[in-house]
C-alpha cells in the first residue's frame, strides 16, 4: 500500500469515526473532522511529539483545537493513537451524559484534551499562552527539560472573532516561534460561504502582525507536512492556511454549510462510504488502519523516555524545582512571606489603596515564587502588578517574570489560561474592572476549567471618581459572583489583601478575581499573623459593645465606611457590630451554623457595597437593608460621588435606625 | 496672518482649552488633545459637515472620538464651535459632579457627542454601525436625502482590543467607503513606547481587510486634508495614520506616556505655554482664534438649510415616512401586526420552542416595519432572526434588511449602538445567549446611553442539549440583569414572545434582551387580543383552585413546567397558582402595592428557573424555594439534562410540599 493511501485511510478513520458518532447521537459537527482529517492525520502521525500512556508528560506539544465544535476529530485521533480513556464505546456514547466525550472538548474530562473549546477564538488565544509558558520555561529550565511546540487548528469562527487579532498581535510581537496555526480554510461558514460576511485576507493580516505564513491544499499530506515543517525554521509564529472542502468525501454535502452542524443521514453516511471507498461498518477500524496509528501513537514513547531521562540527569535542585513547578506546588517561604506583608503594613499603617496594597505584597511575594508570571493590560503603573523585583518579558528574553499584554484584555485572559493549563507557571493579571466584561467568556472558561488564574481587578467603583460612568463598576461584582466556580475576593485593607493573594495562590480548583479599589482605604486589621480571617468568607471586624441591635455587612472599600456608621451608632447607644464580607464564595461554602454564628442575631441587618444589592439577600436575607448603587454612576471626585449616591456612614446609620424603628 | 498660523492658533486653542481644564479638575488626559489638536482642527474646520445650532440635523456628518479619555479635545472643539450647551464654564467644571463635560464623552450628557466612548474600541465599531445607517437609510431615502460621511478618531488602545478587528472585517466587507478612521498614531501608550506590546503594521491590517490606507504627519494640516479629501474618491473604507506627537507642545512631556493621563502641572503649563507662544490665559481665547473657529462652526449653516430645502421639496410621503423614521415613532398597523402574530399562534397551537416564535413574528412584524434592521451573528438559521421578507444587506445593496454580521458577537453589538445613535433603523440581532458575554460591554454601552437596541439570545439554558457547557447560559440571566436599563425579556411561548416584541420595539429608552429557547414549548397562552400581559413583568397565568397555598413563579421555558407541577400539587390537593414572570425589571417598576397582589400571600413560594438564584430573592424573596442551577451544565439531550440537574415537575412539586411541610 503506498504511503499516499496509508495516509488516506487514516485520515478516513477519522472521518467515519466521526461520522458515526454524530449519527449515533443524532448530534453534532461532521463537517470539520471530515475537512481538517488530514490536517490531523499528518500532525499526529508524522509531526507530533506526545505519548498518549502518559498525556501529561510536561515536555509534550500541544495540539488545540480551536474549532471546539469539531470535537469527534479529536476523540477519534485520541482514541486511535491509544490514550486509553477514550474507547470506541465512549465514542459510542458521544454527547451523552456522563460520557468522556462531550460535544465541545472538555479538557477536565478527557485525558489528552489540552483545554476546553467552543467559545470562537479561545483556542487559538489559550494556545497563544502556552507559547508563553513554554518559552518561560525553557528560559528558566533550559532546552533539555522544556522544548515543545504548540500546535492550533483553527476556523474561519475563531479568526472572525476578535480576540484572534489580540491573539496575534501578542504572539507576532512576542516571536513566540514555536506556535503554528493551522487555519482549516474551508470558506463555509453557518450562513453560507464566508464570502456573506468577510473579505480579509487573513494571510495578509498575520503577516501584518508579524507572522510567518503559508498557504496549502489541506488534503495534500505531504504539503501540510512541508508547510508544519518550514515552520520549525522560523523566527516567527506561523500561520498556515489549509485550503480544504469542509465535510470531504459527503457527495452531496461537501463543500455545502449543511453538513457543518447536523448529522449526514443515513443515505448519505452510505455515499460517503462508497464515495471515500470506506469498507468497514460503523465504529470499525480496518487493522492496517488501527496499527498504522498505534503506531503513530507508539512513536512519542521513545522522545518521552529521552525527556525522563534527562530531567533524571539535571541537577537535583534543578530537577526539583522543576517538578515542583509542573506540580504546582507552592515553595517553602510562602506563608512566612505572606505574614510578613501583613507586619508590614501594620507597621506602617495609614490609609492605601488596595491597588497599592497588592502592590507590596507582590513586593513580597514575587521574589519567593518565581512562578508567579504577572502582567497587565497596558495600565501597569494603575494596576500596581508589578513587582519591584519583575522584569518584563520581551521578544528576545523570556526570563522575566511580567508581561506588558497590550490594551487586550480578552486575548490576555485567555492566553493566561493557556500559561495555567500549560503548568509551570501561575499567571495573574491586571486590569480595570470594568472591563472584566471585555474578558468575560475567558474568565468564564477558566471558572469550568478549573484553572489556577488570578485576575487583579482594580478601580473597583465609583470610588475611582472622574472617569465617569463608562469606567465605574455598579453590576460587575454581582456578574462575576454569578460565574460558578470564580472566586472574588475584596479585600478591606492591606491585611485583607495579604489574605486574599494567600487565597487565591492556594486556590488551585479555579480563578480568582482580586477587587481592588483606587482610592485609599485606611488599616482597619493589625493583627498580622498565619490566622487567615478572610478564608472565611465573612468575620466580624468590630464587635458591638454590647448584646447587638445593628449588624452591618460590607465588602472592600465599604467596609471601614461601616466601621464608620458602627461609631456613629454607637454614639447613639445602639450596640452595632460589623462584619466584613471578603468573599462571597468562601462564606456560602460554610455549614449553615457556621455562617448562622457570623450573620449573627442582630434584629437588624444592613449591607453596605458600592455596587448592585443583586447576590447580598443569599448572605444576609432579603429582610435587610441595603446600602448601594441602584444605577450607573456618574463623573466626579470620589467623594463627591459617595456622597451623591448616599453611600455615607450617615446614610448606612440612618438605614439601621430606620429599620430598628420598624422592628 | 497665514493660513498655516491661524491653524496653528486654532489648534493651539485645543491644547490649551484641554490643558486648562485638566488642571483645573485636576484630573483627565492632556496628552491626546495636545497631540490630537491639528488633526481635529482640520476636520472641524475644514471637512466636517455639522452645524453647532442644529446638532441633531439627520445629515450631518458623524464624528466619533473613538479615544474617548481624550474627550476634552472633543469639548474644545464644541465650545470653539459653537454648541451652545458647552459653554466655558461648563469647561471649568470638567469632570465635575452634573457637568456637561463628564470624564469621558456622553452622548446622553451633552448635545454634539454622537456616542459615549471610553471603553477602548467602541467608538470605531460604533461608528461602523453608523456608516451603515447612512448607507441603509441612502438606500431607502435616496442621496438627496442622506449622503454623510462618518469620521473617527482613535488610539492605539482602540487598535489593540480585538473589536477593532471585527469593525474593520465588517466595514471593509461592506465596502463602507463613507467610513474615515484617523489614527493618531502617537506610538505611546500607557505602558510606554508602543513597542513594548505591539508589533503589528496598522496599515497592512486594514489594507488586509479591505480599506484603503495612507499615512500622514498628522501635525501638517494640509497632509491630513489631502487625505481626508482623497477618502471621498475610494470605494472602500480609509484608515489614515496620522504620526502625532502626544502632549504636543510640553517641552518636558511631549512623546511620553507621563503626558497621557495626568495634569501637566502649573509649571510645564507654563512652560508650554511659552513653546507654543499661546499668550492667553487659563480659558481665555484670543479674538482672532475665536472668530476663526466660530467661521469654522457657521460654514455647515447652508448645508443644513440646503438640505431642509430639500426634504420639504421631497414627495410628501417620502419625507414623512423619512421624519417618522428619524423620529422613530412606530408606524400605523404595528399594534395590529402584534395582534396578528398571537392569533395565529393561537390558531397554530403545537409546541415550539420561542426563537420559532420569534421568527412567526418577525414574519409578520417586518413587512410592516421598515426600520427593522435585523441580523445575527453567523446563527442566521438557528436564531431565526431573519424574517421570510427580508433579503440580505451585501456589500454592493444596502436595501436590505438583514445583516450577516459574521462570527462577530461584539463588533455587531457596538455596530447595533451606532445604527440605533444615528436614528433611523432599529436593529435587532441574533445570538447565542452564552455568548452575550462576548458583546457584554457594547450591552453596557447601549443600556448606558439608551439606545434602543434589541439582542435576540436564543439557545438560553441546558434546555440546548448537547453542545454542553460552553454554550450553555447559567449564569448569563443574573449577568444581564445585573445591568442597569438593560430590560430582559424571558417569553413562555408564541403570546409572551410576541409581546416581548412588542415591548421590546416600543422600549425606546435602552436596549432589550429577549432570551429565548432552543427546546419546543406547549402553547400556555390562548389569548390573543390587544392586552400585553407581560408589560407589567409578572402576572398569574395559572390561578389555584382555592385558595392558594403554593405560588409557583417562572420564566421562559420553565413557566409550562410549573404549569406541570402545579397539575401535580392540585391532584395531591394542594391548591397552587403559577405567576409567569417574563421580565424582572418591568415587574419591580411596578408599585409595591401592585406587586404584593401578583406575589399573592400563598404561604409557600417556589419559583424555577434553569439558571442559577442570583436575582430571584429581589422577586420572591429569600424565604422562597427555589429550583434552578447551582453549577455549570453537561454535555447530554435536553431531557436527561433537565433531569440530571433536578429541573423537572415532580421536583419543583417536592420543594413546594418540602416547604408546605416546614410552614
Not at 472538548?105 to 502556552?130: K, S, Y
Request: hydrophobic share 45%.
Amino acid at each position: 500500500m503506498s504511503n499516499r493511501t496509508r495516509h488516506d485511510r487514516m485520515a478516513n478513520a477519522i472521518r467515519f469515526l466521526s461520522i458515526d458518532a454524530v449519527e449515533a447521537a443524532n448530534s453534532g459537527h461532521p463537517g470539520l473532522p471530515m475537512g481538517a482529517a488530514d490536517i490531523a492525520t499528518v500532525l499526529f502521525s508524522r509531526v507530533l511529539k506526545f505519548d498518549p500512556t502518559q498525556p501529561n508528560w510536561a515536555d509534550r506539544d500541544r495540539f488545540v483545537l480551536s474549532a471546539g465544535h469539531g470535537s469527534m476529530l479529536l476523540y477519534s485521533v485520541l482514541h486511535l493513537t491509544g490514550y486509553k480513556q477514550v474507547t470506541i464505546n465512549e465514542i459510542k456514547r458521544f454527547r451523552q451524559l456522563g460520557s468522556l466525550t462531550p460535544g465541545h472538548p472538555e479538557n477536565f474530562v478527557t485525558e489528552g484534551i489540552e483545554t476546553t473549546t467552543g467559545p470562537l477564538g479561545q483556542g487559538i488565544a489559550t494556545a497563544v499562552g502556552m507559547a508563553i509558558a513554554e518559552k518561560a520555561l525553557a528560559a528558566r529550565f533550559g532546552a533539555d527539560l522544556v522544548n515543545h511546540r504548540t500546535y492550533v487548528l483553527c476556523s474561519d469562527g475563531d479568526l472572525m472573532e476578535g480576540i484572534s487579532q489580540e491573539a496575534a498581535d501578542i504572539a507576532g510581537h512576542l516571536k513566540l516561534s514555536k506556535l503554528t496555526v493551522l487555519w482549516d480554510d474551508n470558506r463555509i461558514s453557518i450562513d453560507g460561504p464566508t464570502s456573506v460576511s468577510t473579505s480579509t485576507n487573513q494571510l495578509l493580516r498575520f503577516a501584518a502582525s508579524g507572522w510567518a505564513t503559508a498557504e496549502v491544499d489541506g488534503h495534500d499530506p505531504d504539503a501540510i507536512l512541508a508547510a508544519v515543517e518550514a515552520a520549525k525554521g522560523s523566527d516567527k509564529p506561523t500561520f498556515i492556511a489549509c485550503r480544504t472542502t469542509i465535510g470531504y468525501g459527503s457527495p452531496k454535502r461537501a463543500g455545502s454549510e449543511k453538513v457543518h452542524g447536523s448529522p449526514l443521514g443515513k443515505e448519505e453516511v452510505a455515499a460517503t462510504r462508497a464515495a471515500l471507498g470506506w469498507e468497514a461498518g460503523p465504529f470499525e477500524i480496518p487493522e492496517d488502519v488501527a496499527a498504522d496509528w498505534r503506531a503513530a501513537g507508539a512513536k512519542g514513547h521513545a522522545d518521552r523516555e529521552a525527556w525522563e531521562k534527562r530531567l533524571a540527569a539535571a541537577p537535583a535542585e534543578l530537577r526539583a524545582e522543576f517538578e515542583r513547578r509542573i506540580s504546582g506546588t507552592l515553595p517553602q517561604g510562602f506563608l512566612a512571606a505572606v505574614v510578613e506583608a501583613k507586619a508590614k503594613a501594620v507597621a506602617a499603617g495609614g490609609a492605601v489603596a488596595t491597588r497599592k496594597s497588592s502592590e507590596a505584597v507582590l513586593d513580597i511575594l514575587v521574589p519567593v515564587m518565581p512562578e508567579l508570571l504577572g502582567g497587565s493590560a497596558d495600565l501597569t503603573g494603575s494596576n500596581n502588578t508589578k513587582a519591584k523585583s519583575a522584569k518584563s518579558v520581551t521578544p528576545d528574553d523570556f526570563s522575566g517574570s511580567f508581561m506588558h499584554w497590550g490594551v487586550r484584555e480578552h486575548g490576555m485572559s485567555a492566553a493566561m489560561n493557556g500559561i495555567a493549563l500549560h503548568k509551570g507557571l501561575v499567571p495573574f493579571s491586571g486590569g480595570f474592572m470594568v472591563f472584566s466584561d471585555y474578558c468575560r467568556p475567558a474568565i468564564r472558561l477558566a471558572a469550568l476549567m478549573g484553572t489556577r488564574v488570578i485576575h487583579v481587578l482594580t478601580h473597583d467603583s465609583i470610588g475611582l471618581g472622574e472617569d465617569g460612568p463608562t469606567h465605574q463598576p455598579v453590576e460587575h461584582l454581582a456578574a462575576l459572583r454569578a460565574i460558578p466556580n470564580l472566586l472574588v475576593l475584596r479585600p478591606a485593607d492591606t491585611v485583607e489583601t495579604a489574605e486574599a493573594w494567600q487565597i487565591a495562590i492556594e486556590h488551585t480548583g479555579g480563578p480568582s478575581a482580586l477587587i481592588l479599589s483606587r482610592q485609599n482605604l485606611p488599616l482597619l486589621r493589625t493583627d498580622a499573623t498565619q490566622e487567615n480571617k478572610s478564608a472565611a468568607g465573612a468575620y466580624e471586624i468590630a464587635p458591638a459593645s454590647g448584646a447587638a441591635k445593628v449588624s452591618l455587612f460590607a465588602t472592600g472599600s465599604e467596609v471601614s465606611l461601616a466601621v464608620e456608621a458602627r461609631k456613629l451608632l454607637e454614639a447613639q447607644g445602639v450596640p452595632t457590630r460589623v462584619v466584613s464580607v471578603p468573599s462571597f464564595e468562601l462564606f456560602l461554602a460554610k455549614s449553615a451554623a457556621e455562617r448562622a454564628k457570623v450573620i449573627g442575631d442582630a434584629p437588624v441587618k444592613v449591607a453596605v457595597e458600592a455596587a448592585i444589592r443583586m447576590g447580598w439577600d443569599e448572605i444576609v436575607g432579603s429582610d435587610a437593608a441595603f446600602v448601594g448603587m441602584t444605577s450607573f454612576g456618574a463623573s466626579a471626585p470620589a467623594k463627591d460621588l459617595y456622597a451623591h449616591f448616599g453611600i455615607t456612614a450617615e446614610k448606612v446609620a440612618e438605614a439601621a435606625l430606620d429599620k430598628l424603628r420598624q422592628a
